[in-house]
């Protein structure tokens, strides 16, 4: 597609609930990115997958939180036993490679989730 | 490690100038500008490369001292539609551990 899709655009779940959402990065780009947005927060990263190799994990919150990526395009971002403080907006990103000294990075319009 | 934003929010009127900081305590290789209006997703402005340089993009432009490790955002002749958080990026080591810095909230008033 021309831009990083992602989907749901709202979700609305009950606290204990599972949720799951997809992004589809830019075709061609091997490097995804999750981060996770506060009302009024900064951008907080949460997983990054490039090509082939083993995606780094190093800022997801808890082991309640999981993400895979299928075929090296689309990516699922699974959030177990929701919790309020997980309502946030979920923005997913692409670049055309990770370790480029010129990545331009293009965000999605993000998946805004709240838990009641 | 997430670099330092100054300052934290700038309001301005219609038509003035305004300059954003980014600074890190490691050696930089990169340095990316990103502007989030509000409700919307961040959007690339600029990225800046080891070796001092400044680019521009409109009336937005931007340096870079490697040396000092930080970067300037320049604002000049502001209009309404400037105002957003004004998100730094900064990698090392060719794109290695990238980070955004915490935002500069810039409002721009008529």
């Known amino acids: 597609g021309a831009g990083v899709s992602q989907s749901p655009s709202n979700k609305v779940t009950e606290k204990g609930k599972d949720v799951e959402l997809r992004c589809d990065p830019i075709s061609g780009h091997t490097a995804l990115y999750w981060y996770r947005q506060s009302l009024g927060q900064g951008l907080e990263f949460l997983i ?7 995606p780094d994990k190093s800022g997801l919150p ?3 939180f999981s ?3 299928t075929g090296g395009s689309v990516s699922t971002l699974t959030i177990q036993r929701t919790q309020q ?7 997913c990103a692409s670049s055309e490679r990770w370790k480029a000294p010129g990545n331009t990075i293009y965000f999605g319009e993000g998946s805004w989730l709240t838990v009641v | 490690q997430q670099p330092v934003q ?11 100038d305004a300059v954003i900081n980014c600074s890190s305590s490691k050696a930089l290789y990169s340095v990316h500008w990103y502007r989030q209006k509000h409700g919307e997703a961040p959007v690339f402005l600029m990225i800046l ?23 300037s955002l ?11 958080t004004y998100f730094c990026g900064t990698a090392d080591n060719y794109g290695q551990n990238f980070v955004f810095g915490p935002g500069t909230r810039l409002s721009v008033l008529p």
């Open chain 1, 48 to 54: 990054y997958f490039q090509g082939n190799s083993a």
């Open chain 1, 62 to 64: 808890s082991d309640r």
């Open chain 1, 67 to 69: 993400a895979e990526r």
């Open chain 1, 85 to 91: 403080e997980d309502s946030a907006v979920y923005l």
């Open chain 2, 6 to 16: 100054s300052p934290q929010a700038v309001i301005l009127r219609e038509g003035e």
């Open chain 2, 49 to 71: 490369l080891k070796g001092g340089e400044q680019k521009g993009h409109e009336k937005i432009s931007a340096s870079f001292n490697e040396k000092k490790q930080q970067s």
């Open chain 2, 74 to 84: 320049y604002l000049t002749a502001s209009q309404l539609s400037y105002s957003g």
